[in-house]
């Protein structure tokens, strides 16, 4: 083939898959591989000065009944592509013990054993919280609490 | 003049070089081995958060073991010092390609999509404008490829980064930057501020992140988002005409640096992708005389060039698989070389324009 019609080919080609990709992202799907670039579409991050904005803690607990706080970033290591949302999913306040995947809580118990070496965890609670930031003075307001409790005794 | 005739005329202007591309093809070999990210952290959570995006990833049912993923790690690494070197350039930009979509995409099977596509599409482009043809191991085992630089790998190339910032800028418009009281810019800041060590962070404080805060005006933070979206459309309204297609790039590579000191997030990527519309022979040349078709390049010896570039391949790897990022470093350097750049292409684009006045 020559470049004439190479050149041609590849443009209808450039085209044909910039369309699909862009209808793929306007109906809400993110594909990959696509012809796209991160958008931050989201314009309504502030409320007039006001960032809400959710984190997550867990609460190990002992057999003695004592318990200590983990902040998130001690379970789950910090990667570029492990935001909250990601997290949410497997433990976030909407799940109950029952339907978080057996599979996550032998990787929570693992993570946990890593944070407390030798020592023996019964249960986690994983607790959301939901803050309002103020922009103008840096404070915070708690405005929500929910939490997950799990049971790790019968996990091995 | 038909509108077919109108496109190819169109389509095949252009003034890069083979040298220009054969000096672009190792720093894009360099710069991807420098910043690639490890992917072998997958293998640090349970199959149950896996949510692969629309596509070929689908298919995955479980997180692959650690081992499989160093292989693939070595094996991009090693396509990329023979694309650096230019040894069977052609095949190593499709394994390239190939190799960075399925480790970049390895690195997206919890959901969350960076969409670096134009790395991929870079060398799988160019390998059609025979960017091994100089500057290259290829170059001394086989004769000159005879006739001119093609130049229509390269539009497509522009194109593509057009369109890329098209799909960027849609969503925002769509989504209400441009109404008075989005400030959206601010909100992202806020949020990027107020989580220390964000996820997609790569400083801890960025430097203009302090007095930023300090930025009331409710018309500047607006003029910023208004800034940003005609800046991702005006880069495909640029394709047309390479000048102000390469100004726009160097435009972009300063709100780059400008979001990597505000926010800490480096678009590394697009500043690598932007080194291909550089004519870098201006200054790596050290004979501007020199005729197209020569092989090698004056300033660059072989062997030792060779044994250098193997040698960096082994380091940047060893470093990333021993979880030793060295795109820690790297990101802001390339970030910041890439400003230095385009605001030089400005400023000898604004003195060439007052000539002209």
């Known amino acids: 083939m020559n470049h004439r019609l190479l050149a041609r080919w590849m443009f209808a080609l450039s085209c044909l898959v910039f369309a699909v990709s862009v209808v793929g992202r306007i109906l809400g799907i993110d594909p990959y591989p696509a012809l796209l670039m991160p958008s931050f579409a989201n314009s309504s991050v502030l409320s007039g000065n006001t960032l809400t904005m959710g984190r997550a803690e867990f609460v190990a607990y002992f057999p003695d009944g004592s318990s200590s706080r983990v902040p998130a970033d001690q379970i789950v290591p910090v990667t570029p592509d492990i935001p909250g949302p990601v997290l949410e999913r497997a433990l976030g306040p909407s799940k109950t013990e029952d339907t978080v995947d057996p599979g996550t809580k032998r990787w929570l118990k693992s993570r946990l054993q890593e944070v407390f070496p030798g020592q023996d965890i019964t249960a986690v609670n994983v607790v959301w919280e939901t803050m309002a930031r103020s922009t103008v003075d840096g404070s915070a307001k708690l405005i929500r609490q929910q939490s997950l409790s799990i049971d790790l005794r019968s996990i091995q | 003049m038909t509108l077919g005739d109108r496109f190819d005329a169109w389509v095949h202007s252009g003034r890069f070089s083979r040298v220009d591309l054969g000096i672009y093809r190792i720093i894009f070999s360099i710069s991807l081995l420098l910043t690639l990210p490890d992917i072998t952290w997958i293998t640090s959570f349970p199959d149950d958060f896996l949510r692969p995006p629309i596509g070929p990833f689908q298919l995955m049912t479980a997180v692959p073991p650690y081992p499989f993923l160093v292989g693939l790690e070595i094996a991009r690494s090693a396509a990329l010092v023979l694309l650096g070197l230019g040894l069977y350039t052609r095949l190593m930009s499709v394994l390239v390609a190939f190799l960075l979509t399925t480790t970049l995409g390895l690195g997206y099977v919890f959901g969350h999509v960076h969409h670096t596509i134009l790395l991929v599409l870079t060398p799988l482009v160019l390998c059609f404008a025979d960017w091994g043809s100089q500057v290259s191991l290829d170059s001394r085992r086989r004769n000159p490829v005879p006739g001119q630089q093609q130049q229509w790998p390269l ?203």
């Open chain 2, 155 to 357: 539009r497509i190339l522009a194109l593509t980064v057009g369109f890329a910032f098209f799909a960027a800028a849609l969503p925002k418009l769509l989504g209400g930057w441009l109404a008075p009281t989005s400030q959206a810019t601010k909100g992202y800041f806020y949020a990027y501020y107020f989580t220390p060590q964000h996820p997609t962070s790569t400083m801890s404080e960025p430097w203009l992140a302090g007095a930023a805060t300090h930025l009331h005006s409710v018309a500047a933070w607006e003029l910023i988002d208004w800034l940003t979206v005609l800046l991702e459309f005006g880069i495909l309204l640029a394709v047309p005409w390479w000048s102000a297609f390469r100004s726009a790039l160097a435009i972009a590579t300063v709100f780059h640096l400008g979001v990597f000191l505000l926010v800490g997030i480096s678009f590394t990527p697009n500043v690598i992708v932007y080194g291909a519309f550089v004519s870098w022979s201006r200054y790596f040349s050290t004979n501007k005389q020199r005729p197209e078709g020569v092989r090698g390049h004056p300033a660059i010896k072989a062997g030792p060039a060779s044994v250098g570039l193997i040698g960096f391949g082994f380091v940047t790897t060893w470093l990333l698989i021993a979880r030793h990022d060295p795109g820690v470093i790297a990101d802001p350097v390339i970030v910041a070389i890439g400003a230095v750049i385009g605001l030089g292409y400005l400023a000898r684009s604004g003195r060439s324009v007052v000539r002209r006045l």
